[in-house]
């Protein structure tokens, strides 16, 4: 079974401050994603990265930005975190099929 | 541009009772399409997926879906709804390589 873990469930933080949101697979998967869920809105994706230190912008990038250094861990951070980044984020990896995997999620909530 | 619709935002069904969740979408060749589930508070599982071929696939937990590419609708089906399918549903669809768009989610409430 793919396994998707996420650093954290729960996440409180104030404006302003950086946050890292870390992802980590065990399949040896070669792309990886990070979403945003809100309701009403569905899913969203911010940025996917197809190799180690390869990264490409989803639909809303702004505000975010990614780092993977290694296959197995994708990171988003949030430079300055605004109130309007209160949100679920998803991690989600692929392989040389269509399916994504994703991890249980984290809930972010910025005061 | 690809998009995708889910009409019923929210479902109430009686536990026992037959399920149809509705996804239609935009794009102009057969994407490959997919029904995600979602319980409170966790991430997305797979519930089934449509490449090609066979029109009605078969999913986990007794679900189904048809393709019906006359009506670009992939709408998900379970004859009898037990009380734990209470979640949220997403269909998405893509086109191939790294792209997968979500539809809005439908949310689905079982009353016993």
Known sequence: DVKVTQSSRYLVKRTGEKVFLECVQDMDHENMFWYRQDPGLGLRLIYFSYDVKMKEKGDIPEGYSVSREKKERFSLILESASTNQTSMYLCATRTSGTEQFFGPGTRLTVL | ?112
């Open chain 2, 1 to 112: 541009a690809q998009s995708v619709t889910q009409p019923d935002i929210h479902i109430t069904v009686s536990e026992g009772a037959s399920l149809e969740l509705r996804c239609n979408y935009s794009y102009g060749a057969t994407p490959y399409l997919f029904w995600y589930v979602q319980s409170p508070g966790q991430g997305l599982q797979l519930l089934l997926k449509y490449f090609s071929g066979d029109t009605l696939v078969q999913g986990i937990k007794g679900f189904e879906a048809e393709f019906k590419r006359s009506q670009s609708s992939f709408n998900l089906r379970k004859p009898s709804v037990h009380w734990s399918d209470a979640a949220e549903y997403f269909c998405a669809v893509s086109t191939g390589a790294n792209n997968l768009f979500f539809g809005t989610g439908t949310r689905l409430t079982v009353i016993p």
